[in-house]
């Protein structure tokens, strides 16, 4: 044994759960989560030795997986890794063998954005037209009066937050509120996990499930955020799982939680200071309708009120000033600005 040997077993093995990630290594079976289909119209193939050439040429690329090539049907099939080799890669080398390739958006996804700052219609033109010029966007639709911007892209080519930019080019502020990766997530709140064998049991639940690939816990907030492949399993049967698990369990309790979305939280946040505001208004208003409405019709007030501090300055003029001046230039700093 080595000389520090008791020292490390004296050392906890398991340490304080905070936030854990999970991916999980599944079986075989579900080695699609890194691959991805795609299907291409091709044009100009007349025997099978065309098809045959398509297959050996793009076969032999790094990323593609598996092709199937029908002459038949003019179609290709197509299985590939989109982290080493993309589909717009894939449509050029079989353009290059001289065929015509129709490549249907498969792999468009949908990101809303939240912009602020729009005031009028030209603006709204101005940042759709700059989402258009992104290269990858196919279709962007920006609302005004929702202050909000969906927008259909490649995920091969662009992302969310070269859109992001894109907008911010022409002096807007955005946000995502949702995007493409979004949609295949699922957002559990599991309470009663307070130790690491509350983690490692939420863990072992969700890899029985088929077709779960990733898992974030936060245990502050007692959060599961599970990623998952819409062809294998979908939200309901996750969490039936997983309630079915924790009840059985019967120390966890597990329901749907849905994130607040940003313009929510923006809503919010202009309540509270809008909110403030006014309080603060308030607080210097009351004082000034006292000093000059009510308090003057009783003798005693009156005569104080209407003493003179300095030339015709009276005490009443001063403390109306000092009440006023805040609520103008203070509270409503918004209107000279």
């Not at 691959?35 to 044009?43: A, D, L, S, W």
């Not at 009028?120 to 989402?131: D, F, G, H, I, K």
């Not at 109306?320 to 918004?334: A, N, S, Y």
């Amino acid at each position: 044994m080595e000389a520090d040997g008791n020292n490390a077993l004296k050392e906890p093995l398991l340490k304080p759960v905070e936030n854990v990630t999970t991916n999980f290594i599944q079986a075989p079976k579900r080695d699609d989560f890194t691959t991805r289909k795609v299907m291409f119209k091709i044009g100009g193939m007349s025997c099978a030795s065309c098809a045959a050439s398509i297959e050996s040429v793009v076969g032999a690329k790094e990323g593609v997986e598996s092709i199937t090539v029908s002459p038949l049907q003019g179609q290709a099939i197509i299985l590939y890794r989109p982290d080493t080799i993309a589909a717009k890669t894939l449509v050029d080398v079989i353009e290059d063998m001289g065929y015509q390739v129709e490549f249907s958006d498969q792999n468009i996804a949908i990101c809303r954005l939240q912009i602020k700052g729009m005031a009028c219609t030209s603006c709204s033109e101005s940042v759709e037209r700059s989402l258009l010029m992104v290269k990858g966007v196919k279709r962007a639709v920006v609302g005004l009066a929702l202050e909000e911007a969906k927008v259909h892209f490649d995920r091969d080519i662009t992302n969310p937050d070269h859109l992001i930019e894109a907008i911010e080019n022409v002096g807007f502020s955005a946000d995502i509120i949702s995007s493409g990766d979004d949609v295949n997530k699922v957002y559990l709140k599991v309470e009663g996990i307070h130790s690491r064998d509350g983690v490692l049991f939420i863990q072992s639940c969700l890899e029985a499930i088929e077709g779960v690939s990733h898992a974030e816990f936060d245990a502050v907030g007692q959060i599961v955020t599970i990623t998952y492949d819409p062809e294998l399993t979908g939200p309901r049967s996750i969490f039936h799982s997983i309630g079915e698990a924790c009840h059985m369990a019967g120390s966890f309790r597990v329901s749907l939680y849905s994130p607040p979305k940003p313009q929510n939280l923006e809503k919010q946040h202009q309540v509270r200071h809008f909110r403030n505001q006014f309080l603060w208004s308030c607080l210097c208003s009351i004082p000034v309708l006292l000093f000059s409405m009510i308090l003057p019709m009783f003798p005693p007030y009156g005569n104080w009120l209407n003493s003179k501090v300095f030339n015709d300055l009276t005490t009443g003029m001063l403390l109306r000033w000092l009440f006023c001046t805040p609520v103008q230039f203070i509270v409503g700093w918004r209107y000279y600005s």
